[in-house]
């Protein structure tokens, strides 16, 4: 039972909680606090626990910390019973007393301006910059994250976990009859059972369409069925293409120079998503559960202290 209710993290979360499990032991084992109190905690250690990472990390990381304890008492099905309004309240101080080198600068969305800019720069005859600026505008008009479209490397295409190219499929909006092009990611960190999908229509109006970007890759690339989406045809001097799918480092590594030459300061992967456009037939939807946005961590050590504790 334990083995299946720990499949409900994704990996990276459930590496998280690994790191918070970790610092929480820690703190018990400085404080003196014997095993068989620890889980189930009482609420006046768990608050002392809170206290001790409020002023020394970032608020995000005091309460992913909490929530790794919390997630360790239910997968062994303990009793969670806390004071709610004294962790609260915590919390609270945790935020305010956050050292300013955890803080961070509010992030500079992307915008269809400053995406237009960038393809001025990238060859959209050339294979991989056509997949490339297919896959950027895929994110920004999609509301979707760099590597929920991207693989991890130029060798790791799995499609139970990235798109192939059988997963895009149109569909005509019945009350405006507009056509929409739907991309279903097979697994999400908000779905991992059934995925999640996002959607674009044409924006004729705009500097850059997102449909008409999924076609010239589309012409250029060819990926077949059971390729991933934005695969194509890797060119190297003196040897014959390659066919690989685009990964994370690739793309970011791509668009990063292109802005640079485009004379534009690079942005984040994640400035995609809050660069979200307001326009209809566009964004995202899942098959389960609402989309609620997550950090992106992978750290395999700490997603194995994580099994091993719990």
Known sequence: MVAVSFEAWAPSTAALYGSGLTTYHLFCDEKGVPERQRAPASSELIEAFVSALAGAYAAS???????AVRAWHVLHRLDWC??????????RAASKLAPESSKRPAREPYTVKILADIFKVLNRNDPFDAA???????LLFGIARSGELTTKSMKTFDPAINIPARNIRRERMEASGTEVVILHIPKTKADQVNGEDIRFSSQPSLDIDPVEEMENHLR??????????FAYSLIRPKS??????LSYQRFSS?????AEEAGIRSLLGHAFRIGEPSMNNIGRSSTA??????????????????RALA
């Open 61 to 67: 990381t005091v309460a992913n910390y909490f929530a």
């Open 82 to 91: 806390l004071n709610k309004d004294q962790i609260s309240n915590l919390l």
């Open 132 to 138: 490339v600026r297919f896959c950027a505008t895929s």
């Open 220 to 229: 250029i690339n060819a990926p077949a069925p059971d390729e991933h989406l």
């Open 240 to 245: 014959r293409p390659s066919r690989v799918p």
């Open 254 to 258: 791509r668009m990063k120079e292109a």
């Open 289 to 306: 559960s609402a989309y609620s946005a997550v950090k992106h961590i992978e750290c395999e050590s700490e997603l194995s202290k994580f």
